[in-house]
């Protein structure tokens, strides 16, 4: 257990309902980070936050995911009108970036999402 | 982003050595080496980070080169539950990273 909490664990919707996520970071880490996995493949960056700031948020997958970290502690992923697609499983990283360190990223559970 | 290349798979036994090696030619100066973990439904586990020469904590030793443009993973005395996939990153953390997974090497530990 590294620490970083991700609920829920499993998700099944049907196609076109929206979706949400939640990660709890590391009570400390100031970086919180999305990415995606899909069977076979290696995690995939969506999008990163220092504290409440989305620093990056270019490779989210559409206009159809977005992500909050409104307080600067935990954060949501949604997913609007999901997709077959959309199946994968949703890890969150969590990070403390300070001066000299290496912003070493612990990953959570993650959330695996099934569209049927 | 440095682009690594690591082998697909590797087949060991119970108590061997594994050494997992992972290129990277266009390592940048400021990049660090990060190694992690991966058993199936769980999300990948930090193991070992190095900038050069050796590393080594409880888990895994690092080897990096003096050219740095590869590392290698060793893993000491191989036990089942080591089957899983390794990944190798390279990065350079403080400008807002966001790591490359590649595909990673699939160990397999036979009894």
């Known amino acids: 257990d590294t620490g970083v909490s991700q609920n829920p664990r499993h998700k099944i919707t049907k196609r076109g309902q929206n979706v949400t996520f939640r990660c709890d970071p590391i009570?400390?880490?100031?970086?919180l980070y999305w990415y995606r996995q899909t069977l076979g493949q290696g995690p995939e960056f969506l999008t990163y936050?220092?504290?409440?700031?989305?620093?990056?948020k270019s490779r989210l997958l559409s206009d159809r995911f977005s992500a909050e970290r409104p307080k600067g502690s935990f954060s949501t992923l949604e997913i609007q009108r999901t997709e077959q697609g959309d199946s994968a499983m949703y890890l969150c990283?969590?990070?403390?970036?300070?001066?000299?360190?290496?912003?070493?990223?612990?990953f959570g559970p993650g959330t695996r999402l099934t569209v049927l | 982003l440095a682009k690594t290349t690591q082998p697909i798979s590797m087949d060991s036994y119970e108590g061997q050595e594994v050494n997992i090696t992972c290129s990277h030619n266009?390592?940048?100066?400021?990049?660090?080496i990060t190694w992690y973990q991966q058993f199936p439904s769980q999300g990948p586990r930090f193991i070992i980070q190095?900038?050069?020469t050796k590393v080594t904590n409880e888990v895994a030793s690092l080897f990096i080169p003096a050219d740095r443009k590869s590392s290698t993973l060793s893993l000491p005395r191989v036990s089942l539950s080591d089957t899983a996939v390794y990944y190798c990153?390279?990065?350079?953390?403080?400008?807002?990273?966001?790591?490359?997974f590649g595909g990673g090497t699939r160990l397999m530990v036979k009894p």
């Open positions: 009570s400390e880490h100031n970086r």
């Open positions: 936050f220092q504290n409440e700031a989305q620093l990056e």
């Open positions: 266009n390592i940048a100066t400021n990049d660090y």
């Open positions: 190095g900038y050069k």
């Open positions: 990153l390279v990065g350079y953390n403080n400008a807002g990273n966001m790591l490359t």
């Open positions: 990283a969590s990070s403390l970036l300070e001066t000299g360190s290496t912003d070493t990223q612990y």
